[in-house]
T-cell receptor, first 114, second 111 residues
Framework: DSGVTQTPKHLITATGQRVTLRCSPRSGDLSVYWYQQSLDQGLQFLIQYYNGEERAKGNILERFSAQQFPDLHSELNLSSLELGDSALYFC?????????????FGPGTRLTVT | TQLLEQSPQFLSIQEGENLTVYCNSSSVFSSLQWYRQEPGEGPVLLVTVVTGGEVKKLKRLTFQFGDARKDSSLHITAAQPGDTGLYLCAGYMDSNYQLIWGAGTKLIIKP
């Protein structure tokens, strides 16, 4: 158990819909990272927040947005969903804002868009 | 453009064999991490290498960082079914404060 929690574990929704994925980092960690992993693929970095502020942006679509709240939990919002958005979405946390530090990953949310 | 190339993409071998997977780049990294991801779970950090030429051992796993800090290798001795998983390398670049991920090597060890 990494100490990072993600909800929900599974999500099935239809094209065009909007969903929100939630992540609680490990106690004491200030950074939250969001990743997308399609079937049998590597990790695609989406976005990083550090202590409530956006720190780095990766290959995140304009239809996707994220935020980190004062209690440090984070939400990833996916809108106008397409079939290609079906994937595993991982949240990771680390103690520092520098991404060179060890990242602790949550169990992921499996999103299926039908 | 994939800055970190991992090879092979897929490897299936018998228990007891040795194997090496590679992580290569034309870019210099200040540090490089190796993660293992088991099916249905998030990646877990195995090791971080920082110094060019550095070698780290974790039981039957040996990690090496290239002298020029552009590449790394993971060697597994006498592979076990429990080594099955997706092995991911990730390099940190001081120049842009980004952690760059490889696409992974999917390893299957057959009993």
């Amino acid at each position: 158990d990494s100490g990072v929690t993600q909800t929900p574990k599974h999500l099935i929704t239809a094209t065009g819909q909007r969903v929100t994925l939630r992540c609680s980092p490990r106690s004491g960690d200030l950074s939250v990272y969001w990743y997308q992993q399609s079937l049998d693929q590597g990790l695609q970095f989406l976005i990083q927040y550090y202590n409530g502020e956006e720190r780095a942006k990766g290959n995140i679509l304009e239809r996707f947005s994220a935020q980190q709240f004062p209690d440090l939990h984070s939400e990833l919002n996916l809108s106008s969903l397409e079939l290609g958005d079906s994937a595993l979405y991982f949240c990771a946390s680390s103690v520092s804002g520098a991404s060179s530090y060890e990242q602790y990953f949550g169990p992921g949310t499996r999103l299926t868009v039908t | 453009t994939q800055l970190l190339e991992q090879s092979p993409q897929f490897l299936s071998i018998q228990e007891g064999e040795n194997l090496t997977v590679y992580c290569n780049s034309s870019s210099v990294f200040s540090s490089l991490q190796w993660y293992r991801q088991e099916p249905g779970e998030g990646p877990v950090l195995l090791v971080t290498v920082v110094t060019g030429g550095e070698v780290k051992k974790l039981k039957r796993l040996t990690f090496q960082f290239g002298d020029a800090r552009k590449d790394s290798s993971l060697h597994i001795t006498a592979a076990q079914p429990g080594d099955t998983g997706l092995y991911l390398c990730a390099g940190y670049m001081d120049s842009n404060y980004q952690l760059i991920w490889g696409a992974g090597t999917k390893l299957i060890i057959k009993p």
